[in-house]
């Protein structure tokens, strides 16, 4: 298997325009998460899908953020719209089962930067 | 609340062993302990994990005391590209892992 895969790998866009992040996780594996990563704030939990059903959303930081999980090959992370503070990188996790005890594979991010 | 404690950074010479401490006081008894590290420009990958014993992986070696308040991560012989930031993580339940600050490992040749 190729991994989690996320596209694109470096997104810059403007100030009020929509982003879409995309990740791709390994195949069989029934969790999903979206992480983002600042110098200042680390990395956060932003959302996770188990069997494609979100179950927590609390890390969302705003109304402007919307993620989905059409199947169990493909999710979307969605900012719109964007704003300067969402530059970060983003992760995209899959795991097996839950993370309590296997193993969670993260893709290579997609750096986002909005000017 | 990562809920657990690890030095800010970490210097080992090359070759050398590196044991990385982390601190879990509050730690329950179905928590396991999860170690990842994040290699420059990339994402986090997993390390190894336990429970109650001690493990052993081709990567590592995972120390835990015995009132599970405290863990060690072993790398056996630090090499450059070991060079990361570690993230010790306890996680309880069916739960995603959450990252703290971590240690940011240097290794000198």
């Known amino acids: 298997d190729a991994g989690v895969i996320q596209s694109p790998r470096h997104e810059v866009t403007e100030m009020g325009q929509e982003v879409t992040l995309r990740c791709k996780p390994i195949?069989?594996?029934?969790?999903l998460f979206w992480y983002r990563q600042t110098m200042m704030r680390g990395l956060e939990l932003l959302i996770y899908f188990n069997n494609n059903v979100p179950i927590d959303d609390s890390g969302m930081p705003e109304d402007r953020f919307s993620a989905k999980m059409p199947n169990a090959s493909f999710s979307t992370l969605k900012i719109q719209p964007s704003e300067p503070r969402d530059s970060a990188v983003y992760f995209c996790?899959?795991?097996?089962?839950?993370?309590?005890?296997?193993?969670?594979?993260f893709g290579q991010g997609t750096r986002l930067t909005v000017v | 609340d990562a809920k657990t404690t690890q030095p800010n950074s970490m210097e080992s010479n090359e070759e050398e062993p590196v044991h990385l401490p982390c601190n879990h006081s509050?730690?329950?008894?179905?928590?396991?302990i999860h170690w990842y590290r994040q290699l420059p420009s990339q994402g986090p990958e997993y390390v190894i994990h336990g429970l109650t014993s001690n493990v052993n992986n081709r990567m590592a070696s995972l120390a835990i005391a015995e009132d599970r308040k405290s863990s060690t991560l072993i790398l056996h012989r630090a090499t450059l590209r070991d060079a990361a930031v570690y993230y010790c993580?306890?996680?309880?339940?069916?739960?995603?892992?959450?990252f703290g600050k971590g240690t940011r490992l240097s290794v000198i040749a």
């Open positions: 195949s069989g594996h029934n969790s």
């Open positions: 996790a899959s795991s097996e089962t839950g993370p309590m005890n296997t193993e969670a594979f």
């Open positions: 509050t730690i329950s008894g179905t928590d396991y």
């Open positions: 993580i306890r996680n309880s339940g069916n739960t995603p892992l959450v």
